[in-house]
């Protein structure tokens, strides 16, 4: 099956470099897809337009950004992460301009990666955005 982005999604969790952001700011994006389009508004301000691209060969599934305008991206330069979509919730973890996909759905210290996780616009939240949360983090402590 296709994934299909085309409409509006709005932001409901967004991290970036390992640290989650407040939910003020998840809920202020608004990511919209048409054909091979997309824009990203933050705080009903586009910040970000060009085209983009999936490949579903690959596990998890890539898109690929490609800006044409940006607030602080470079443009017409790849910028590849990862996604998945579960009902009526997207979630993508993206990597730095012109470096490969990350490879899980989470952030790490000065990682230049960012995840987020998008509710399509008209939906109820629900259990798929449970379901599609970020990775958990596991932390080892050994003591001598």
């Excluded at 470099?17 to 003020?24: H, I, V």
């Excluded at 443009?75 to 990597?95: A, E, F, H, S, W």
Aim: aromatic content about 8%; glycine content about 8%.
């Amino acid at each position: 099956m296709a994934l299909d982005l085309t409409g509006t999604w709005h932001g409901i969790y967004a991290e970036v470099d390992g640290e989650a952001r407040p939910a003020s700011y998840a809920r202020s994006l608004e990511s919209s897809y048409d054909g091979n389009r997309f824009s990203i508004k933050i705080h009903g301000e586009a910040k970000h337009e060009g085209t983009y691209s999936i490949n579903e060969n690959s596990n998890p599934a890539q898109i690929t950004f490609v800006y044409t305008k940006s607030s602080h991206f470079q443009l017409n330069t790849p910028r590849t992460g990862i996604l998945q979509v579960v009902g009526d919730t997207y979630k993508n973890c993206i990597g730095v301009v012109g470096a490969p996909a990350p490879s899980g759905f989470n952030t790490t210290a000065q990682s230049n990666t960012v995840l987020t996780i998008l509710q399509k616009k008209g939906a109820q939240e629900s259990s798929a955005a449970e379901a599609i949360q970020p990775e958990a983090r596991h932390v080892v402590v050994i003591a001598w």
